[in-house]
């Protein structure tokens, strides 16, 4: 890759702003490296990182249960399996909106995968949170099985699959600014969305009961989180392939600092999740460049022992 001084990239920006006035001392290759590659990569890692931590929270919140992350109710296998089909019917080549059809079936089949999960789980007009994680590990797993069929009878398309993995183990991989200005800020409003339902699910804490003695509806609670959760889920997913880990960690990070106020969790968690991402996806591409690192594997690696030392600094102290 093409390195640019930082200097060079923050007069570049500079120079950029309305009122910026500096004399390029720099190629203009430099120039449309930044504004055509990496911005674009900076901003897309600010909005997958946004949309899982900020997911992540809500699945926490909505499960009631700290081990929940945005790929807990088998969207992972979801995304997995749309991706794998769309490599071996159409192709990497075809395209929508900016998009190869890897990320949008991956998208969609994350889509996908959530809702048949509600619909399985939905009974009699309620939804049991134990029933939501059990239909999700099942859907998830049926899902997995078909995206490993499919792999294996495709011996054929096995440079395609291969992409396709490549693509599954998460990285932040745009061409140029059309997928990033589509998705971001729909990630926007979904995480302002969410905003509305922050004090419900501070209720939902409490208990079903609790909630609903104060005026909580709990279906539709439950089913606006759900929504939100999903939307923001996809939407990382067509932009990075699954990056694991963020929607796990973040919020735990988060809560341990400011506690389990949902109304202050879910903002913070936002920012920290895209400043999180940001960084793992420098490290990744610079760490052992020129070879890139897929920053699904490097923020496993690197969130893992983090989380480690952030539970045990708790001391027992976490609260959910």
């Known amino acids: 890759s093409v390195s640019i001084h930082p200097l060079t990239a923050l007069a570049a920006v500079w120079n950029a702003l309305p009122f910026g006035d500096v004399t390029p001392w720099w190629p203009d290759t430099d120039t449309q490296i930044l504004f055509g590659i990496r911005l674009p990569r900076v901003v897309a890692a600010a909005g997958v990182g946004a949309a899982l931590a900020a997911s992540g929270v809500l699945f926490q919140a909505l499960l009631r249960n ?15 399996l749309g991706a794998a089909l769309g490599a071996l019917l159409l192709g990497r080549h075809v395209t929508l909106l900016g998009f190869g059809i890897v990320p949008l079936l991956g998208f969609a089949g994350a889509f996908a995968a959530v809702w048949v999960v509600y619909g399985i789980s939905r009974h009699r007009g309620r939804t049991s949170i134990s029933s939501l994680i059990l239909a999700g ?5 049926v899902a997995g099985a078909l995206n490993a069929l499919v792999v294996m009878l495709s011996d054929q398309l096995r440079l395609r699959i291969a992409q396709t993995f490549a693509w599954l183990l998460g990285g932040i991989s745009v061409n140029g600014w059309t997928p990033v200005v589509t998705v971001v800020p729909v990630v926007l ?16 804490a409490m208990g079903e009961r609790q909630a609903a003695r104060v005026g909580v509806n709990v279906e539709r609670t439950r089913l606006a989180a759900l929504v939100l959760a999903s939307i923001l889920t996809a939407l990382a997913v067509s932009l990075s392939g699954l990056v694991a880990f963020v929607g796990l960690l973040v919020p735990h990070g988060v809560r341990l600092m400011i506690g389990p106020n949902n109304r202050l969790l879910l903002p913070a968690a936002a920012i920290a999740g895209a400043a999180y991402l940001i ?10 460049a020129p070879v890139e690192l897929p920053v699904g594997i490097f923020s496993a690696i690197v969130g893992s022992p983090l989380f480690i030392v952030l539970l045990r600094r708790a001391r027992g102290s976490y609260d959910f």
């Open 66 to 80: 700290p081990l929940a992350d945005p790929f807990v109710i088998g969207s992972s296998g979801g995304a997995a």
């Open 137 to 141: 590990f099942a859907v998830g797993s």
């Open 189 to 204: 409003i979904a995480v302002a969305a969410a905003m509305f339902l922050t004090w419900r699910l501070n209720a939902l």
């Open 279 to 288: 960084v793992m996806d420098l490290l990744a591409r610079t760490v052992l």
